[in-house]
């Protein structure tokens, strides 16, 4: 997959790539694009991202004026939906609306800027929303995003992701191949 970390300077304040970069990488792949909405309000540009390729978009609850509605918009867009949780955002945001979900991330640092370590509190919030996922019997994405790296995947994964965002540990080292290696290495070790 290859996610995207959209950002307005509005939600929070940083600013990344649009729609327009989306539809550029989309003819040069057929990974899975995965984009993460960090934006206010988010409703307007999701149509825009799944006419540029995006297959998952995900958006946070404090981002929308009604959180079932926008799950609509982005399946009546034809992608499937995520709900990102900050660290401060309760798993009981999911209650209504797990049950339309195709992926759960949970971030284990504050939205906005790359390079953050992680925090350790999101282990048990990985634990209890793979909890809540397993109940339901469906095959919902548990993704994390932020701090992940070779030295701590593994525990993360432990905890109950399966879909693990790498940033700086990749871009930020200076062997990408050799980096991604360890990551896998250390996910194997989990079973």
């Given at each position: 997959m290859i996610h995207f970390d959209v950002m307005d300077n509005h939600y929070v304040?940083?600013?990344?790539?649009?729609?327009?970069?989306?539809?550029?990488?989309?003819?040069?792949?057929?990974?899975l694009i995965d984009v993460h909405l960090m934006v206010r309000p988010v409703d307007r540009i999701i149509p825009d991202f799944a006419r540029a390729g995006a297959n998952i978009i995900s958006f946070h609850p404090?981002?929308?004026?009604?959180?079932?509605?926008?799950?609509?918009?982005?399946?009546?867009?034809?992608?499937?939906?995520?709900?990102?949780?900050?660290p401060a955002t309760p798993l009981s945001c999911l209650d209504h609306v797990l049950h339309k979900l195709e992926l759960v991330l949970i971030m284990s640092v504050n939205p906005g800027f790359g390079g953050q370590q992680f925090i350790p509190h999101a282990l048990e919030k990985l634990r209890d929303a793979r909890r809540k996922i397993d109940d339901t019997g469906r095959a919902i994405m548990l993704e994390v995003d932020g701090g992940v790296n070779a030295g701590n995947i593994a525990g993360i994964a432990r905890a109950g992701a399966d879909t693990f965002v790498a940033g700086s540990a990749i871009?930020?080292?200076?062997?990408?191949?050799?980096?991604?290696?360890?990551?896998?290495d250390a996910l194997k070790s989990v079973g």
């Open positions: 304040p940083n600013l990344t790539v649009g729609p327009i970069v989306c539809e550029a990488i989309r003819p040069l792949t057929e990974s404090e981002a929308s004026e009604h959180v079932d509605r926008t799950v609509g918009l982005i399946h009546d867009s034809g992608c499937k939906a995520g709900l990102a949780l900050n871009f930020g080292s200076k062997d990408y191949r050799a980096t991604i290696s360890q990551m896998r």
